[in-house]
Protein backbone atom coordinates (compact mmCIF):
# COMPACT_ATOMS: atom_id res chain seq x y z
CA UNK A 1 0.00 0.00 0.00
CA UNK A 2 1.65 3.52 -0.96
CA UNK A 3 2.23 5.96 1.84
CA UNK A 4 1.37 9.22 -0.44
CA UNK A 5 -0.22 9.61 -3.68
CA UNK A 6 -0.74 12.17 -6.34
CA UNK A 7 -2.55 15.22 -6.14
CA UNK A 8 0.56 16.93 -4.99
CA UNK A 9 -2.16 19.75 -4.65
CA UNK A 10 -5.38 20.66 -2.74
CA UNK A 11 -8.00 18.44 -4.77
CA UNK A 12 -11.18 20.38 -6.19
CA UNK A 13 -13.81 20.66 -4.30
CA UNK A 14 -16.47 17.32 -4.26
CA UNK A 15 -20.02 17.90 -4.38
CA UNK A 16 -21.47 17.93 -0.34
CA UNK A 17 -24.10 15.52 0.47
CA UNK A 18 -27.32 16.14 2.36
CA UNK A 19 -27.80 15.34 5.98
CA UNK A 20 -30.32 12.71 5.24
CA UNK A 21 -28.12 11.19 2.84
CA UNK A 22 -24.80 11.46 5.09
CA UNK A 23 -27.02 9.64 7.79
CA UNK A 24 -27.78 6.71 5.23
CA UNK A 25 -24.27 6.17 4.14
CA UNK A 26 -22.92 6.26 7.44
CA UNK A 27 -24.99 4.15 9.01
CA UNK A 28 -26.94 1.50 6.32
CA UNK A 29 -24.04 -0.40 5.83
CA UNK A 30 -23.39 -0.98 9.48
CA UNK A 31 -27.34 -1.78 9.55
CA UNK A 32 -26.81 -4.37 6.96
CA UNK A 33 -23.70 -5.78 8.53
CA UNK A 34 -25.40 -6.25 11.96
CA UNK A 35 -28.17 -7.93 10.32
CA UNK A 36 -26.21 -10.91 8.34
CA UNK A 37 -23.85 -10.72 11.67
CA UNK A 38 -27.18 -12.17 13.75
CA UNK A 39 -28.19 -14.22 11.07
CA UNK A 40 -25.18 -16.25 10.04
CA UNK A 41 -23.26 -16.59 13.54
CA UNK A 42 -25.96 -19.57 14.51
CA UNK A 43 -25.30 -20.93 11.29
CA UNK A 44 -21.51 -21.00 11.67
CA UNK A 45 -21.97 -22.47 15.22
CA UNK A 46 -23.92 -25.54 13.56
CA UNK A 47 -21.53 -26.03 10.91
CA UNK A 48 -18.89 -26.14 14.04
CA UNK A 49 -17.15 -22.51 14.02
CA UNK A 50 -17.59 -20.29 16.53
CA UNK A 51 -19.65 -17.15 16.39
CA UNK A 52 -17.00 -14.86 15.54
CA UNK A 53 -17.00 -16.22 11.91
CA UNK A 54 -20.57 -15.23 11.11
CA UNK A 55 -19.19 -11.35 11.82
CA UNK A 56 -16.38 -12.35 9.35
CA UNK A 57 -18.45 -13.96 6.54
CA UNK A 58 -21.05 -10.39 7.44
CA UNK A 59 -17.97 -8.47 6.69
CA UNK A 60 -16.87 -9.92 3.56
CA UNK A 61 -20.12 -10.69 1.88
CA UNK A 62 -21.83 -7.38 3.00
CA UNK A 63 -19.30 -4.88 4.57
CA UNK A 64 -16.87 -4.96 1.66
CA UNK A 65 -19.08 -5.01 -1.22
CA UNK A 66 -21.51 -2.51 -0.16
CA UNK A 67 -18.83 -0.02 0.76
CA UNK A 68 -16.86 -0.45 -2.21
CA UNK A 69 -19.92 -0.78 -4.38
CA UNK A 70 -21.00 2.60 -3.74
CA UNK A 71 -17.85 3.82 -4.29
CA UNK A 72 -17.14 2.48 -7.65
CA UNK A 73 -20.80 3.75 -8.40
CA UNK A 74 -20.11 7.07 -7.46
CA UNK A 75 -16.81 7.25 -9.53
CA UNK A 76 -18.15 5.99 -12.45
CA UNK A 77 -21.71 8.29 -11.84
CA UNK A 78 -18.97 11.10 -12.53
CA UNK A 79 -17.62 9.76 -15.34
CA UNK A 80 -14.06 8.80 -13.92
CA UNK A 81 -12.46 6.00 -13.04
CA UNK A 82 -14.06 3.81 -10.04
CA UNK A 83 -12.26 5.26 -7.20
CA UNK A 84 -12.38 9.09 -8.04
CA UNK A 85 -14.45 9.36 -5.92
CA UNK A 86 -12.22 8.79 -2.99
CA UNK A 87 -10.64 12.34 -2.19
CA UNK A 88 -7.92 12.91 0.10
CA UNK A 89 -4.83 11.31 -1.26
CA UNK A 90 -2.28 14.19 -1.19
CA UNK A 91 1.52 13.52 -0.18
CA UNK A 92 2.38 14.02 2.96
CA UNK A 93 6.03 14.28 4.36
CA UNK A 94 8.16 11.55 6.07
CA UNK A 95 8.70 13.64 8.90
CA UNK A 96 5.02 14.12 8.93
CA UNK A 97 4.38 9.83 8.81
CA UNK A 98 7.24 9.80 11.59
CA UNK A 99 5.78 11.26 14.12
CA UNK A 100 2.08 11.33 13.54
CA UNK A 101 1.39 7.63 13.11
CA UNK A 102 2.86 6.42 16.72
CA UNK A 103 1.00 9.69 17.68
CA UNK A 104 -2.13 8.65 17.04
CA UNK A 105 -1.40 5.23 18.09
CA UNK A 106 -1.03 6.11 22.03
CA UNK A 107 -3.59 8.36 21.55
CA UNK A 108 -5.85 5.18 20.77
CA UNK A 109 -4.37 3.16 22.90
CA UNK A 110 -5.22 5.97 26.22
CA UNK A 111 -8.86 6.09 24.63
CA UNK A 112 -10.11 2.86 23.94
CA UNK A 113 -8.08 1.57 27.58
CA UNK A 114 -10.13 4.55 29.24
CA UNK A 115 -12.79 3.15 27.65
CA UNK A 116 -12.59 -0.72 29.42
CA UNK A 117 -12.91 0.61 32.48
CA UNK A 118 -16.64 1.55 32.23
CA UNK A 119 -17.11 -1.05 29.09
CA UNK A 120 -18.08 -4.22 31.43
CA UNK A 121 -20.73 -1.76 33.45
CA UNK A 122 -22.14 -0.57 30.06
CA UNK A 123 -22.84 -4.15 28.91
CA UNK A 124 -24.23 -5.06 32.12
CA UNK A 125 -26.73 -2.13 32.33
CA UNK A 126 -27.56 -1.51 28.63
CA UNK A 127 -26.76 -4.82 26.92
CA UNK A 128 -27.25 -7.65 29.21
CA UNK A 129 -30.52 -8.57 27.31
CA UNK A 130 -28.66 -9.27 24.15
CA UNK A 131 -26.91 -12.67 23.80
CA UNK A 132 -23.80 -13.97 25.00
CA UNK A 133 -22.78 -15.03 21.48
CA UNK A 134 -23.43 -11.19 20.08
CA UNK A 135 -21.63 -9.64 23.31
CA UNK A 136 -18.68 -11.61 23.22
CA UNK A 137 -18.14 -13.97 19.80
CA UNK A 138 -14.93 -15.20 20.96
CA UNK A 139 -15.57 -16.82 24.17
CA UNK A 140 -12.50 -17.52 25.78
CA UNK A 141 -13.82 -20.22 28.25
CA UNK A 142 -15.73 -21.84 24.76
CA UNK A 143 -12.65 -22.29 22.97
CA UNK A 144 -12.39 -25.94 23.52
CA UNK A 145 -16.10 -26.27 22.36
CA UNK A 146 -14.86 -25.82 18.85
CA UNK A 147 -11.93 -28.02 16.67
CA UNK A 148 -8.60 -26.72 16.05
CA UNK A 149 -9.34 -26.86 12.46
CA UNK A 150 -12.09 -24.64 12.93
CA UNK A 151 -10.11 -22.25 14.90
CA UNK A 152 -7.30 -22.39 12.16
CA UNK A 153 -9.49 -21.03 9.71
CA UNK A 154 -11.84 -18.81 11.71
CA UNK A 155 -8.56 -17.18 12.85
CA UNK A 156 -6.64 -16.50 9.68
CA UNK A 157 -9.81 -14.89 8.74
CA UNK A 158 -9.71 -12.97 11.26
CA UNK A 159 -6.23 -11.65 10.31
CA UNK A 160 -6.71 -11.17 7.09
CA UNK A 161 -10.41 -9.37 7.60
CA UNK A 162 -10.18 -7.60 10.40
CA UNK A 163 -6.71 -6.30 10.13
CA UNK A 164 -6.55 -5.70 6.45
CA UNK A 165 -9.29 -5.98 4.22
CA UNK A 166 -11.71 -4.67 6.65
CA UNK A 167 -9.78 -1.14 7.42
CA UNK A 168 -8.47 -0.35 4.37
CA UNK A 169 -12.47 -0.37 2.74
CA UNK A 170 -13.67 1.78 6.08
CA UNK A 171 -11.32 3.90 5.32
CA UNK A 172 -11.50 4.36 1.91
CA UNK A 173 -15.39 4.94 2.24
CA UNK A 174 -15.59 6.96 5.69
CA UNK A 175 -12.54 9.16 5.25
CA UNK A 176 -11.71 9.44 1.57
CA UNK A 177 -15.56 9.15 0.14
CA UNK A 178 -17.80 10.56 2.97
CA UNK A 179 -15.44 12.70 5.25
CA UNK A 180 -14.80 15.18 2.35
CA UNK A 181 -18.32 15.48 1.42
CA UNK A 182 -19.21 16.90 4.61
CA UNK A 183 -16.83 19.59 4.66
CA UNK A 184 -19.14 22.44 4.74
CA UNK A 185 -19.71 21.30 8.57
CA UNK A 186 -15.85 22.78 8.91
CA UNK A 187 -13.81 22.00 11.94
CA UNK A 188 -16.85 20.04 12.99
CA UNK A 189 -16.86 17.55 10.22
CA UNK A 190 -14.39 15.09 11.57
CA UNK A 191 -16.30 14.66 14.72
CA UNK A 192 -19.79 14.28 12.99
CA UNK A 193 -18.06 11.74 10.97
CA UNK A 194 -16.52 9.66 14.26
CA UNK A 195 -19.88 9.82 15.69
CA UNK A 196 -21.04 8.38 12.99
CA UNK A 197 -18.50 5.97 12.41
CA UNK A 198 -18.62 4.53 15.80
CA UNK A 199 -22.46 4.31 15.72
CA UNK A 200 -21.87 2.40 12.40
CA UNK A 201 -20.97 -0.39 14.61
CA UNK A 202 -24.27 -1.69 15.81
CA UNK A 203 -22.78 -5.34 16.56
CA UNK A 204 -20.34 -3.63 18.85
CA UNK A 205 -22.49 -0.52 20.83
CA UNK A 206 -20.92 -1.09 24.11
CA UNK A 207 -17.73 0.41 22.28
CA UNK A 208 -19.23 4.04 21.27
CA UNK A 209 -17.68 6.26 23.47
CA UNK A 210 -13.78 4.11 22.84
CA UNK A 211 -13.85 4.51 19.41
CA UNK A 212 -15.08 8.26 19.60
CA UNK A 213 -11.70 8.75 21.96
CA UNK A 214 -9.52 6.36 19.97
CA UNK A 215 -10.40 6.99 16.33
CA UNK A 216 -11.61 10.51 16.84
CA UNK A 217 -7.77 12.30 16.82
CA UNK A 218 -6.72 10.46 13.81
CA UNK A 219 -10.10 11.19 12.05
CA UNK A 220 -8.89 14.88 12.34
CA UNK A 221 -5.65 14.11 11.15
CA UNK A 222 -6.55 12.57 8.25
CA UNK A 223 -8.61 16.03 7.29
CA UNK A 224 -5.61 18.19 8.50
CA UNK A 225 -3.20 16.39 6.23
CA UNK A 226 -5.58 15.65 3.10
CA UNK A 227 -4.27 11.82 3.26
CA UNK A 228 -6.23 8.78 4.10
CA UNK A 229 -3.31 6.57 3.65
CA UNK A 230 -2.72 7.85 7.48
CA UNK A 231 -6.06 6.99 8.71
CA UNK A 232 -5.35 3.20 6.82
CA UNK A 233 -1.92 3.16 8.50
CA UNK A 234 -3.36 3.38 12.32
CA UNK A 235 -6.58 1.60 11.92
CA UNK A 236 -4.59 -1.21 10.53
CA UNK A 237 -1.75 -0.96 13.11
CA UNK A 238 -4.44 -0.30 15.92
CA UNK A 239 -6.39 -4.01 14.63
CA UNK A 240 -3.13 -6.12 13.95
CA UNK A 241 -2.18 -5.87 17.30
CA UNK A 242 -5.75 -6.46 18.90
CA UNK A 243 -6.02 -9.51 16.90
CA UNK A 244 -2.63 -10.40 17.33
CA UNK A 245 -3.39 -10.48 21.03
CA UNK A 246 -6.76 -12.35 20.40
CA UNK A 247 -5.02 -15.09 18.04
CA UNK A 248 -2.16 -15.85 20.82
CA UNK A 249 -4.51 -15.96 23.65
CA UNK A 250 -6.64 -18.30 21.66
CA UNK A 251 -3.90 -20.69 20.32
CA UNK A 252 -2.75 -20.93 23.95
CA UNK A 253 -5.86 -22.38 24.85
CA UNK A 254 -6.33 -24.56 21.93
Same mark, same amino acid.
Given at each position: %????????????? =? #???? =????????????????????????????????????????????? =?????????????????????????? #?? %?????????????????????????????????????????????? /??????????????????????????? /???????????? +?????????????????????????????????????? /????? +?????????????? =?????????????????????
Amino acid at each position: %MPLAAAPTTRPTA =V #EQLS =VPALLALHLIPGALVTIAFVVLAPIAEKAGFPPIAGLLAAIALVM =VPVELGLIVSAGRSSGASPLSAVAYR #EQ %MPLRDWAWLVPVLILIAFAGFGLSMVFEPQVITGLFAWLPEWFVRP /ISIDAINAYSSSAWVITLAAYFALNSF /IGPIVEELYFRG +YLLPRMERFGRSAPLINTVLFSLYHFWSPWQFVARILG /IGPMV +YAVRWKRNIYLGMV =VHCTLNVLGVTTVVLLVSSRM
